[in-house]
């Protein structure tokens, strides 16, 4: 369509086209009454980006029912292709659908509660963990110089020249315990369930030390034989998409998105495509927010992701959980988008989950957490940063809890079930977040850190930070091989 005819029109309706919006409109309209279908659901005037122009057009499409092709990038033509189609992911814990969260205190009460429980359940039989006695024993007179063990949560501890004094509360009571330097190999991190074996002593006063601790131990991961699927599949793994953003690396995107429907062998085995958070870069989530959006419009955000999933190949079942800039309650554990998103999802090979939540892939299970509460370890654990988070995965697992700290920066809801707690040891535990890339595994356990797909943002050039964008990371289900492709060069 001509250039001066389409500003003419636009004009009448008070709107202007960013100069590759425009580009875009002359190619792809063919005449004022496409134009008028295309703009005639915007209703206040502005101006528009390119995303905007392209999620309005294939609006319109769809409504058609054609198979016209849009410049995404991405070859139709191959989503058809024949492939094995895989089990279908089964849901095994997710808050979405039974949440029972208020704002009394009681709900507290009843989250810590079930957290003891679940913990002191795993160190039940555990042989490190003998002559067990409960708080309220430990400080009765027969006790004094008996070597003991008690299970609490850390409530408070400070440090001294000469160790770490903790108080640690069960529900019969707390105690305070002296560890040496030497017998406490990594600090403690506030509402983690540990156990500590020591000889109890007549505590002074009424803050007086209880216990000497001899030994302390943590839940942490058997030595696990990880599940195996029974269909030659993979499973690839991502996160923090930032769609929205005008940071949002596209021509990396579009190339994996073009690489799953490629003849790669590694492509055609990939039959579940897991989303850990942060699909879009969401709206008011930091001041002046709006200076770095392509997308102002979180609606306009989610179709534009719509409109990408819709060019996945349909034997891939996409798995999208939401992260802390996504458009769901930000206190954690986080429900699955609701039906005001869902809805922007034509494709039938979606389902969305919550955060944290347990899945089965073809056998295998999978622990999906978007990964919020690193920022928790980055500022309690030493060693711990945004470029390396290996270390806070590996205390998460360690501890069997995703996010131990209340109060702190991320927000927890009060839920009578602490679905923060690892009672059920995955195979794959997938994290995303900071921005960086790191995958290993741990006593069996295949961790991942997933990639980004955004590049490096003024906040993170102010704090010197580096993200590693474009990776996918893929998991041989059957065989367990782990490996990674990448999408962006500099």
């Known amino acids: 369509m001509r250039r001066d005819a389409l500003l003419g029109i636009l004009a009448e309706r008070g709107l202007l086209l960013s100069p590759d919006a425009l580009e875009y409109m002359e190619k792809e309209v063919e005449g004022e009454d496409e134009v008028m279908e295309i703009i005639g659901s915007i209703e206040n005037p ?79 039989g555990d042989i490190r963990v003998r002559g067990l006695v409960d708080m309220e024993a430990l400080s009765s007179p027969r006790m004094e110089g008996n070597t003991v063990s008690v299970i609490g949560m850390v409530t408070e501890f400070h440090d001294t020249p000469r160790g770490t004094v903790a108080l640690i509360e069960d529900p019969t009571g707390s105690a305070r315990v002296f560890f040496r330097k030497e017998n406490l190999p990594e600090k403690l991190i506030l509402d983690e369930v540990i156990a500590v074996q020591g000889r109890a002593v007549r505590p002074k006063g009424k803050n007086g030390i209880s216990m000497f601790a001899d030994s302390i131990y943590w839940p942490d991961i058997p030595i696990h034989t990880p599940n195996r699927s029974e269909e ?21 995107w579009e190339s994996f998105i073009k690489w799953l429907a490629s003849d790669d062998p590694d492509a055609r085995r990939i039959a579940y495509l897991v989303m850990a958070g942060d699909v879009v870069d969401g709206v008011g989530i930091y001041p002046h927010q709006e200076e770095d959006l392509e997308i102002s419009d979180i609606y306009e955000q989610y179709e534009a992701l719509a409109k990408y999933v819709e060019n996945i190949p349909e034997r891939i079942k996409v798995i999208i959980s939401p992260g802390n800039h996504d458009f769901v309650r930000p206190a954690e554990p986080q429900p699955a988008f609701g039906e ?100 290993f595994n741990y006593r069996g356990v295949g961790v991942i850190n997933a990639s980004t797909w955004q590049s490096q943002t003024e906040y993170q050039k102010m704090n010197n930070f580096k993200p590693i964008p474009g990776v996918v990371t893929v998991a041989e289900l059957d065989t367990g091989r782990i490996f990674d492709k990448r999408f962006y060069s500099e």
Do not use: C, W
């Open 46 to 124: 502005g101006i528009l980006g390119l995303d905007g122009v392209r999620s309005l057009f294939e609006k319109k499409i769809r409504n058609e029912g054609t198979e016209r092709t849009v410049d995404t990038g991405t070859i139709k033509s191959l989503r058809m292709l024949p492939e094995i189609k895989a089990t279908e992911p089964v849901v095994l814990m997710d808050v979405t659908g039974n949440s029972r969260s208020t704002a009394k205190v009681e709900s507290f009460v009843l989250t810590f509660q079930d957290r003891y429980r679940k913990i002191r359940e795993i160190f039940r």
């Open 340 to 439: 005001d998103i869902t809805s922007l999802f034509s494709s039938s090979n979606v389902e969305f989950i919550g955060s944290p939540s347990l899945i089965e892939l073809s056998g295998v299970k999978v622990l999906v957490y978007h990964g919020t509460s690193i920022n928790d370890f980055i500022s309690n654990l030493p060693g711990v940063s945004y470029e390396d988070p290996t270390k806070a995965l590996r205390r998460m697992l360690k501890s069997r809890i995703i996010a131990p700290l209340y109060g702190a920066s991320t927000p927890l809801a009060p839920e009578q079930t602490d679905y923060m707690v690892i009672d059920e040891i995955p195979d794959i535990f997938v994290t995303g977040h900071v921005h960086s890339y790191a995958r």
């Open 232 to 252: 030659k599949v993979s499973a690839a793994f991502i996160s923090d998409i930032h769609i929205g953003s005008n940071t949002f690396l596209r021509d990396s």
